[in-house]
């Protein structure tokens, strides 16, 4: 196929590109190329997104299929009408941020309910804590299946997304954590559920959606796990046996300023239950029966670890710091013990 990639520079558009010249495509990226660099192999056109005229560089050329990424309700816009009556399919990757319910496990996304369409005056997501997000993909969901039609577009609606070149501190510090070894400090109770997909296995699902003229909304995220399979499942594939794992309770850690998901002094991959219970425990079942492969936790968590020890500056270091992990365990056991 003639696969347009607008991206291809970062984490998931740079590994869809990866894989889609393995896979022997004719590839193009385009994308202003400020935050990578596209794989060998693969033609990079550099745009700027914000330019409405951006992509009359690839006037004249069709593409059996596109994969955009964007947060920008205007790029998206530019796009399609660039592109739209020149491609067979449009794969669009969204996010499980759509929903406007995020405490009930179980959903689809056939029937859980979405925000609403973001305001007429916003374009993208707004400040660090990216307000906005979920109704900007909102937005854009509407304006490909209204420019694509439902039979030509693919929406993704990405969960979490981990494994090597991964730019969050989510997945990496449990990578970094168990690999340290020593009390582990787990939050909440080992059943609490957990979910996500390897960024491998995302880019494999949008070349199989393009290639297969795959249509309609899915999410695009693993089977939920235990919280105690999830630490587990890591400490075997990084070959740490019996790790020391010390569960503590969610509304002690709250109480003493732990933080939920990701950034400084938080643990990731944890939600505050039962509030967002939801977000980490959707149904997998029409994504796997739609092609979408999941490979072994340890195959994830090895290509984490050796990308780590390969880029170590390019790991963000977030989470719970050793010296904080440590005072926090003191004070949960003083607890216990009284």
């Known amino acids: 196929m003639r696969i347009l990639i607008l991206g291809g520079t970062r984490f998931l558009g740079r590994a869809t590109a990866q894989l889609a010249v393995e896979q022997g495509h004719d590839v193009t990226a385009a994308a202003r190329g400020v935050s990578g660099v596209a794989p060998a192999g693969v033609r990079f056109v550099p745009v700027d997104r914000d330019d409405p005229g951006a992509l009359a560089q690839l006037a004249g050329e069709d593409f059996d299929a596109v994969i955009d990424v964007t947060r920008r309700i205007s790029h998206a816009r530019h796009a399609l009408d660039a592109l739209a009556e020149r491609v067979e399919h449009l794969s669009f990757v969204s996010t499980i941020s759509v929903y406007a319910d995020h405490s009930t496990p179980g959903q689809t996304a056939s029937d859980a309910p979405v925000l609403p369409p973001a305001p007429a005056d916003v374009d993208g997501p707004v400040g660090p804590d990216h307000r906005w997000y979920g109704e900007c993909k909102v937005s854009i969901e509407g304006l490909v299946r209204e420019r694509m039609g439902v039979d030509r577009s693919f929406i993704c609606r990405a969960g979490l997304i981990v494994g090597a070149e991964d730019p969050s501190d989510r997945f990496p510090y449990w990578v970094r954590r168990l690999s340290a070894g020593g009390e582990v400090l787990a939050p909440g109770r080992p059943t609490d559920r957990v979910q996500f997909v390897d960024v491998a296995d995302l880019a494999g699902w949008l070349l199989h959606a393009a290639g297969t003229g795959l249509a309609g909304t899915y999410d695009g995220t693993g089977p939920a796990m235990s919280r105690a399979d999830l630490l587990h499942g890591v400490a075997?594939?990084?070959?740490?046996?019996?790790?020391?794992?010390?569960?503590?309770?969610?509304?002690?850690?709250?109480?003493h300023d732990v933080r939920e998901w990701s950034g400084e002094r938080a643990l990731p991959l944890w939600v505050r239950l039962p509030e967002t219970g939801g977000l980490m425990d959707r149904d997998a079942a029409p994504a796997l029966g739609a092609g979408l492969a999941i490979r072994p936790l340890s195959d994830t968590v090895r290509a984490t670890a050796a990308w780590m020890a390969a880029d170590p500056a390019a790991v963000r270091q977030g989470g719970l710091d050793p010296a904080d992990?440590?005072?926090?365990?003191r004070e949960w056991q003083a607890v216990r013990d009284r």
Do not use: R
């Open 325 to 329: 992990e440590a005072a926090v365990l």
């Open 236 to 255: 075997a594939g990084l070959g740490v046996t019996d790790p020391v794992l010390t569960w503590v309770d969610q509304e002690f850690l709250l109480a």
